[in-house]
């Protein structure tokens, strides 16, 4: 059984920074893509960014470009979020999702697993 645990939001100023972290059991981490969705009051859950297993290929929302990045620690069934410059805009609660396809995929269908996701909340 697969279970993955966020840890890491809270509440920040504009401007500052989180880093957000999910722990995954299971023996096959390394070879789930990860991803990390955001889900504000109202929205639909969307993509904030993707890693495939080897930690070569991966995505950014144009939201989240130049400001957050996702990498991985397959050795410690960890993925990351670094999430800088933080806009109230980014508050939301934000989900960690595996996916057993060794492909990055954008949309909240494609991926098998959630955790129960960890709030960020960024005040003005």
């Known amino acids: 059984q697969v279970q993955l645990v966020e840890s890491g939001g809270g509440l920040v100023q504009a401007g500052g920074s989180l880093r957000l972290s999910c722990v995954v059991s299971?023996?096959?981490?390394?070879?789930?893509?990860m991803a990390w969705f955001r889900q504000g009051p109202g929205n639909e859950r969307d993509v904030v960014a993707a890693?495939?297993?080897?930690?070569?290929?991966?995505y950014h929302a144009d939201s989240a470009k130049g400001r957050f990045t996702i990498s991985r620690d397959n050795a410690e069934n960890t993925v990351y979020l670094q999430m800088n410059s933080l806009k109230p805009e980014d508050t939301a609660l934000y989900y960690c999702?595996?996916?057993?396809?060794?492909?990055?995929?954008?949309?909240?269908?494609?991926?098998?697993?959630w955790g129960q996701g960890t709030q960020v909340t960024v005040s003005s």
């Open positions: 299971g023996r096959t981490f390394s070879t789930y893509t």
């Open positions: 999702a595996a996916r057993k396809v060794p492909m990055v995929a954008i949309t909240a269908g494609s991926y098998d697993y």
């Open positions: 890693i495939k297993w080897g930690g070569g290929s991966t």
